[in-house]
């Protein structure tokens, strides 16, 4: 490896402690090794019942030592952690959390989480009693509080016939959680919306006019899952309200999925209750056919079809920011304009009474489905920060900069 590769190849350290979950840890270290990371394993022993030295050596190109007696001459205790640019304990059991956040070293991995001067992610799988553990509870609270990225386990099957929270998320989702944290760089060691929840809308929502048809929108929902994704990697707990949207649940973010604009709002408010913020990127339609047909409108042969009648759905943006349940609760909210784009903005933002509002310019080939977008972004002290053409997670990381701004001095929701 010449002196450029060194410098530009991100180490990472991938930890893996004993939980069945660490089979679906190698997909993770495969997306990281071909998306071009220097990664070396670190397994408990525990874990190498469930998968072998041989597979992590195999698949990351590294050895995969367990303790630390091994190479003692390269001091791999230390060496390992000090390097590393990322270190990620996927899955994270209760006991490895435990030993972490009490800074116990009885093998390599404990030893490594207590040198790494790095962003540290921990992935926990486990069953939903013991995440819901009072001993667990604080010590995911502890690490947390210290700074390390703790990510919510996803809900569903769970070994045997369980069903619950501590399900490993995605690994391909935690591998997009990793690429953020490692793009974030040193800022990422302070996890700038830890013991903050916020809530994100996203996608359109779909208006049903009898059992099989619907009025939509072309929303992709892209936008608002960036938002939730970045703010995860921000160290916040994510709820994610979800309208039409065919895209992979973040990790770490509970995901609601709704149908209806009314669905949206009740799902909305229930999540806003202790929400810090609330970010409305959901493409929510304004009107609604004013019947459901509970049948299938059929064609009758010689007449024209019935007009459908349309009432307004609610403004939930509105209803939001005229309503905060939580004291000096942010409200963020989008505006998608064809003409006058920032006059239209500015009326938009006084009329739905947010903190901010992100303007951007929609059109034929413009922001819907596409990875990218552009904006303004207004808020209420009348200041204006362009976001230029870019990934949509750039946008949503300018979000958060201006929502973690606004929460800079006001107590913490911890
Ligand atoms: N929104 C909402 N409830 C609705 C409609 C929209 O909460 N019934 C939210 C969207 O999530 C978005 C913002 O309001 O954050 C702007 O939506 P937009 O449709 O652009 O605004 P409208 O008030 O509908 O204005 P117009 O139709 O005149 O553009």
Redesign the pocket.
């Known amino acids: 490896m010449d002196k450029q590769e060194r410098v530009t190849t991100p180490k990472v350290v991938l930890g893996v402690s004993g939980g069945i979950a660490a089979y679906k840890a190698c997909e993770l270290l495969r997306r990281l090794t071909e998306s071009g990371h220097d990664v070396r394993v670190v397994p408990t022993a525990a874990s190498l019942h469930f998968v072998g030295e041989a597979t992590w050596s195999a698949l990351s190109g590294n050895p995969a030592t367990t303790e630390v007696w091994e190479s003692v001459h390269e001091v791999p205790h230390v060496r390992i952690g000090q390097e590393a640019d990322l270190v990620v304990v996927a899955p994270a059991t209760a006991d490895m959390l435990a030993k972490a956040a009490h800074g116990i070293a009885d093998d390599l991995l404990t030893n490594t989480l207590l040198t790494a001067r790095c962003p540290v992610v921990f992935a926990p799988a486990m069953h939903t009693e013991m995440w819901e553990n009072p001993a667990t509870r604080e010590n995911v609270a502890t690490l947390r509080r210290r700074g390390a990225l703790v990510i919510e386990p996803a809900v569903g099957r769970l070994t045997g016939v369980d069903t619950g929270k501590g399900r490993f998320p995605d690994p391909v989702e935690i591998f997009e959680l990793c690429r953020r944290v490692l793009a974030r760089g040193p800022r990422a060691l302070t996890a700038d919306l830890a013991g903050r929840h916020v809530v994100v809308?996203a996608g359109g929502t779909r208006e049903p006019l009898d059992p099989v048809r619907y009025l939509g929108n072309r929303s992709s929902g892209r936008q608002g899952y960036a938002l939730a994704a970045t703010a995860a990697a921000r160290g916040a707990r994510v709820t994610l309200v979800a309208g039409n949207t065919e895209l992979p649940d973040p990790a770490g973010v509970d995901v609601v999925r709704v149908g209806t604009?009314v669905q949206l709002?009740e799902a909305a408010l229930a999540a806003a209750e202790d929400a810090d913020a609330v970010v409305?990127?959901?493409?929510?339609?304004?009107f609604r056919p004013a019947a459901y047909a509970t049948g299938k409108i059929k064609k009758k042969d010689g007449q024209e079809p019935e007009p459908v009648t349309l009432v307004?759905?609610?403004?939930?943006?509105?209803?939001?920011s005229a309503d905060r349940p939580k004291p000096g609760q942010i409200v963020?909210?989008?505006?998608?304009?064809t003409d006058d784009v920032l006059a239209?903005g500015r009326a938009?933002l006084a009329?739905?009474g947010?903190d901010l509002?992100v303007v951007n310019e929609v059109g034929e080939h413009k922001t819907f489905g596409s990875a990218e977008n552009e904006a303004v972004i207004l808020a209420t002290d009348g200041s204006e920060t362009p976001v230029p053409h870019g990934p949509k997670e750039a946008l949503a990381d300018m979000v958060w900069d201006l929502v973690a701004g606004r929460f800079a001095g006001a107590p913490d929701g911890s």
């Open positions: 809308t604009a709002r409305m990127a959901a493409a929510v339609a304004d307004r759905n609610p403004d939930i943006l509105a209803e939001l963020v909210g989008f505006a998608a304009e239209n938009k009329r739905k947010c509002l």
